[in-house]
Structures are given as C-alpha cells and as structure tokens.
C-alpha cells in the first residue's frame, strides 16, 4: 500500500493495520499500547496545563522542519511558555486520501524524533481521511497536558508584570514565516532560511529553575512578536518599548521581508519565547540562555513602561518611534 | 462580517474579535477566560484519562445533530467508556474562508448545549483557517480530560471478560450513519431518521456507582458494532455469540440499509455504548439503563463464550451462524 485510501479513516482492518506499522511502531510507549478509546495517565497533584492546536502548514515539508517537527515543538511549546513541564501529547490526523504513505511515515517519524528530544509521549491519537480535495495533504491537530509547579502558576496570567521589567528573546525574529515562504513559492534566496522549529521546554526549564523574577512568557507564532506584545500590553496600565536596534534579525529575512513587503515584527517563529523579567535578573537570564544552542542569539530588546500603557512603542534605529498595532488583516496564511 | 476570511486565523485583529464575540462568548467559563497559551486546572490525584477525536463529518448538519455535538458527546464517550468522569475538552477548528458566520455560531452553540447537558468545561481552543477548497467548511478538533477512580481503571483494558459475561447495547443500531447518510445524499425516507449522537456519561456513572461487574465498555463509533465486537475478542481466549433477533434497528433503518446494501452491524453509532457485565448483573443493568430516556431500548445481545476464541458469530434470525469480521473496505467515508 503506497497511498493513504479512505479505508484508512473506516475504523476497520486497514485503519488497524495504519495504526499498528505506523503509529504504534514509531510512537510506541507502554501508555499508547493499551489502544483503549483514551489513555490512562498516572494522576498529577499539582496543577494540570492543558492545551491545543491544528496545523495546517503549507507546504508540509521546509527547510528545517515539517508539520510533524511543528504539531509536536508547537504543543510543547504552549505548555512551557505556561510555566508548565510538558509530559503527553495527543496526535489526531486528518489526512487526504491518495496522500503518499511515505510522506506519511516521514512525518511520523519527525514527531517521534521531536518528541524524544522534548522528552514526552505521544499518548493517544486519531485518524480520518477524507476525498481527495477535501482537504490538503494532511492537517494535525495536538493537545498536550503538563504539570504546572505552585510558584509558576502565575506565569500564564502574567499579574506580575512592572515598569521598568526587560523584555527578552532567545534570538532572531521570522526564520519561520520566511523559511515556510520560500519553500511554498519556491524562492530561493542566496541564502536558504530555515526554520526556527524547536521545542523549548529545556531552554525554559532551565530558567525557571535558576531565576526567581520571570514574570511572563509567550512563544512568538502567528502574528509574530509584535502580536505577542500587543497581547500583553492590551487592557494593562503598563506599555512596553521596544528597542528596533536590539532586535536579532538574519540577514536573509530582512532581505525577504524587503523583496515580499513583510515586517520581521509581525512574521511567525516557532522556536522563540519572548520572556518578561526584572532588570535585576535580566542579564543572567540572557547569559544563562546563550549556554542553550536554542538561545545562542538572545537579546535584551525592550522594556516595560509606564509612559504609554497598553501599547507597543518601537524606537527606530534612526531615532525616531512608531505605535506597533496588531496585525489587522493575514500576512502569510497556513503558517502554522 | 458574515463569512469568515483568511484573516481570522492570522492570529491578529480579526481572531481576536471572533474569540471574543463567537467562543469566549458562548464556551464562558474562568479557566477559559485567562485566555493563556494553555488553560490551567486543578490537579487531579486520581488517574487521569486523555482522549482525542477529529471530526470531519459531511454534511456538517444533519437530523439529530451536527459537527459540534457530535465532536462534544464524541470525546465526552471516549472518556466515559474508559471508565473515566470526563471534566474538560479543548476544541480547535479547522474553518474553510467562506464559512457563512452563522453556521459557525450555530455549531458553537450546540457544542455550548451539548457540554451543558454532559456537565463538562470547553477551556482551551484553537482556530485556524485556510483558503477555500483546502478543506471542507469544517474540521473539529475536541481533546478531553477525565478523571478515573480506582475500582474502574481496569474497565479500559478489558481485562476481567469471561465466559458467561453478556452483551449488553443501550439501543438501535446504525441510526448515526443513516442519519448522515440521508442528509448528504438528500434522501426522503418515509420516516426521517435522527442521529443517536449523545453524551452517554451520565448514563455510564449511573451504571458503575450501582453495579461492580462491569466488565468492559466501548462505544460502537466507525465500523459499528461488529468492529467494536472484533476488536474485543481480537487476541483473546474467548469469543462472542450475538442473537440477531435481539439486535435492535429502527424499521427505518433496516430499510436504507437494504436499499443500499449495507449491513447495520457496521454501520456507526454516536450514542450507542456496548458493555459487557457479568450474567448475574446484566438484568438489573438493563433495568437501571431502560431508567434513562438514551437507555429506552437497552438490550442483551448477545454472551461471551469459549467456543471460538477470537471470533464474533451472529446467530441469524433463521437458525443459521455466520463469523462476523472486522469492517474491510470503507462504508461509509465521513461519517463522523
């Protein structure tokens, strides 16, 4: 069988026999072989994070990454930024028919690798197929459940946010959005970009581990980190400025961002956390994070004032500065 | 705004206003409205449970439901046949550009009637949208937690079926395919045929606080009965007899599957749970079943046996015995 058929999605003995040489090959764990309709999970005493999300990324393949790399590190990803230890996932596939078994398997094997690498388990999964044309090539969705320790439980909401706190990322802004670009449109740059797809978990453990002031973090996907800061900011009385020259940039996105009319602000990341600290701990949380190969390029790139609260203040590199609004309509669809 | 456009799901502007004004409005809850990466709940000392579902169903309206209640009471029976109470789902959706608003407000608002009833919280979510053609008006994703007291963690495995166990339904059978099956090819029958989809929990936590020889539970989705059956005895040491004379269909049912050549035995269920409890309970079961307006035609179908380890044989009408297998092909594609 060299091509998904909607027998596939029935229920019946070619969705076992899918399930058996595909997903319970690769994703194997003693949780998942059990294949009851749910997973059974050791109960968790401390807070529970729960969370969710479809990927619907076009094309499924990029430089640095595919949708499997992307439904797992995503996932994972909106657990840790919580303040939580990511520890199982969910895998549903929803998959169009004639889609190749090979791509598949391919995908299967990127989230397995991907898993292993943030250290969970893929606990419980589904498949559907629909006709051809029904959908394209194949969609993900992934919730996850995590642990959350009682002194990180306010990160999610962020309350403890002040005037005169840092803002911090763990290095450069739209090697997503411009690597998944370039790769549906076919472009080549002289340079390839490649994705920033990564799960964060370690890099954010690691911090929480050592620094007692990290007030809030939120990784920077869709509508990049212009968006993220906007959100934090919106129906708060603080504002945050944001420093155009501290912000990491590769050469090959401002470049792309030039050519297509794109701002690096607003393009999608998967592998970033924008973190809000004290000033007092910022330059050890910068220095502890460049030790991580995920952090290499972090930077100091704006603050939290009180001067404009609830908004986003960009001070240009030429001295001038600009409101930064939410993205108002879509930059690049099927991002993520 | 009457049609969703690519910029819903941009996570700028526009996503922000359709959170707010369509899902946060109707799903309302606290743990919902933090609106942080991931939602944070209490911790839950017992088993947990951990399920996910993808619903792709076409058309996503049919008599007796549609997509959003079935992907509520979908993952709500998962949890409850695992034994579990199930307590929160997340729901990502997976919108085509052109989605008429209304027909997304009136999904969400079933899925907010269907988690009333369940008595459970929708406290996570996602969206995304892609271009037209991409997909087909909707794809949901629901996950859910449950939690799983101790003297029914082994009700997921299935591990105490012996010989002598009866077989028990709470009613007809392959009422949810034709339901769907009619819509999508418009067809009249005489009498309109209503799908089953329902949240069986309540009826399910009725039946494990009263009887302790509960056995095993699945819900008898894709591939229908028989599949569920199949994969029960599948690699075991015993077998199953079902009574075709006890086997309740609607005459309506019977019907468009003579028409159509499909056999209600395969055809799928929305509420529809299969249990398998001792000889000297099942009576008092489906007495205390018939109690509950989703249990009115609660039968014994059929008993667990020693004969033919591995293997389901229906008992036909007319004194003869076939091998019930495993669904081959695909019935009926999208059927949930």
């Given at each position: 069988?060299?091509?998904?058929?909607?027998?596939?999605?029935s229920?019946?003995?070619?969705?076992?026999?899918?399930?058996?040489n595909?997903f319970?090959?690769?994703?194997?764990?003693?949780?998942?072989?059990?294949?009851?309709?749910?997973?059974?999970?050791?109960?968790?005493?401390?807070?529970?994070?729960?969370?969710?999300?479809?990927?619907v990324?076009?094309?499924?393949?990029?430089?640095?990454?595919?949708?499997?790399?992307?439904a797992?590190?995503?996932?994972?990803?909106?657990?840790?930024?919580?303040?939580?230890?990511?520890?199982?996932?969910?895998?549903?596939?929803?998959?169009?028919?004639?889609?190749?078994?090979?791509?598949?398997?391919?995908?299967v094997?990127?989230?397995?690798?991907?898993?292993?690498?943030?250290?969970?388990?893929?606990?419980?999964?589904?498949?559907?197929?629909?006709n051809?044309?029904?959908?394209?090539?194949?969609?993900?969705?992934?919730?996850?459940?995590?642990?959350?320790?009682?002194?990180?439980?306010?990160?999610?909401?962020?309350?403890?946010i002040?005037?005169?706190d840092?803002?911090?990322?763990?290095?450069?802004?739209?090697?997503?959005?411009?690597?998944?670009?370039?790769?549906?449109?076919?472009?080549?740059?002289?340079?390839?970009?490649?994705?920033?797809?990564?799960?964060?978990?370690?890099?954010i453990?690691g911090?929480?581990?050592?620094?007692?002031?990290?007030?809030?973090m939120?990784?920077?996907?869709?509508?990049?980190?212009?968006?993220?800061?906007?959100?934090?900011?919106?129906?708060?009385?603080?504002?945050?400025?944001?420093?155009?020259?501290?912000?990491?940039?590769k050469?090959?996105v401002?470049?792309?961002?030039?050519?297509?009319?794109?701002?690096?602000?607003?393009?999608?990341?998967?592998?970033?956390?924008?973190?809000?600290?004290?000033?007092?701990?910022?330059?050890?949380?910068?220095?502890?994070m460049?030790?991580?190969?995920?952090?290499?390029?972090?930077?100091?790139?704006?603050?939290?004032?009180?001067?404009?609260?609830?908004?986003?203040?960009?001070?240009?590199?030429?001295?001038?500065?600009?409101?930064?609004?939410m993205?108002?309509?879509e930059?690049?669809?099927?991002?993520?």
């Amino acid at each position: 069988m060299d091509k998904i058929l909607l027998g596939h999605g029935s229920g019946g003995k070619l969705s076992h026999e899918l399930i058996s040489n595909l997903f319970m090959h690769h994703f194997s764990n003693n949780i998942l072989l059990v294949q009851g309709d749910a997973a059974l999970l050791p109960g968790i005493n401390e807070q529970l994070a729960f969370t969710t999300d479809s990927f619907v990324v076009d094309p499924v393949f990029f430089p640095g990454g595919d949708i499997g790399k992307l439904a797992v590190a995503g996932t994972v990803n909106d657990l840790a930024v919580s303040g939580a230890e990511p520890l199982y996932l969910s895998a549903s596939f929803i998959i169009e028919e004639g889609l190749p078994v090979s791509d598949l398997e391919r995908i299967v094997v990127s989230m397995t690798e991907e898993a292993r690498k943030a250290g969970i388990q893929i606990v419980t999964g589904d498949t559907k197929v629909v006709n051809r044309g029904k959908c394209d090539k194949v969609f993900i969705n992934t919730s996850g459940i995590g642990r959350v320790k009682p002194q990180h439980a306010g990160i999610v909401k962020g309350n403890g946010i002040y005037p005169g706190d840092k803002v911090i990322i763990n290095g450069t802004l739209g090697d997503h959005g411009i690597a998944v670009l370039a790769a549906r449109e076919s472009l080549h740059f002289e340079t390839t970009v490649h994705s920033d797809c990564a799960s964060l978990n370690q890099l954010i453990s690691g911090l929480l581990g050592s620094f007692s002031e990290i007030r809030f973090m939120r990784d920077a996907t869709r509508g990049g980190l212009a968006t993220v800061l906007c959100e934090t900011t919106m129906h708060n009385d603080f504002g945050i400025r944001l420093d155009e020259a501290a912000l990491p940039v590769k050469e090959a996105v401002v470049g792309a961002c030039e050519i297509f009319g794109y701002d690096p602000l607003y393009v999608a990341n998967e592998g970033k956390v924008v973190i809000i600290a004290s000033a007092a701990e910022a330059p050890q949380i910068i220095k502890k994070m460049k030790e991580n190969p995920l952090g290499t390029d972090s930077a100091i790139i704006g603050e939290v004032v009180s001067d404009h609260p609830g908004k986003v203040v960009l001070e240009t590199s030429i001295g001038g500065s600009r409101i930064v609004d939410m993205l108002a309509g879509e930059q690049l669809p099927r991002i993520c």
